[in-house]
Nanobody, 122 residues
Framework: QVQLVESGGGSVQPGDSLRLSCAVSTDSTNRYYMGWFRQAPGKDPEGIAEVDARGRTTYSSSVKGRFTFAQDSTKSVLFLQINSLKSEDTAMYYC????????????????RGQGTQVTVSS
């Protein structure tokens, strides 16, 4: 079992930056691939980044460049830094975990948090 709690979203202007956080509770972080995905209203989930137990991060090709994934040394907190925010980044952002690879990048992990809303508008 994995419990995930996201925070850090908000309403920002185009060009701003945000740092999202996700608190992870599990018996063993090494059992899961973890990362971030997002879902905008009326759209399918879109994967952002996924990290394996060795700390290797894979980014979705659609978001490379402005998004940076990080985790603390204990792997109990995940971060997502988003720079140069655009209106099309408006979405609910989720952190997720799954025992299988690419499930977070597909936006369909077995475990996810309640999400944190990011709204980009001028």
């Amino acid at each position: 079992q994995v419990q995930l709690v996201e925070s850090g979203g908000g309403s920002v202007q185009p060009g701003d930056s945000l740092r999202l956080s996700c608190a992870v509770s599990t018996d063993s972080t090494n059992r899961y691939y973890m990362g971030w995905f997002r879902q905008a209203p009326g759209k399918d989930p879109e994967g952002i980044a996924e990290v394996d137990a060795r700390g290797r991060t894979t980014y979705s090709s659609s978001v490379k460049g402005r998004f940076t994934f990080a985790q603390d040394s204990t792997k109990s907190v995940l971060f997502l830094q988003i720079n140069s925010l655009k209106s099309e980044d408006t979405a609910m952002y989720y952190c997720g975990a799954d025992s299988g690879t690419t499930m977070v990048l597909r936006g369909r992990p077995a475990f996810r948090g309640q999400g944190t809303q990011v709204t980009v508008s001028s």
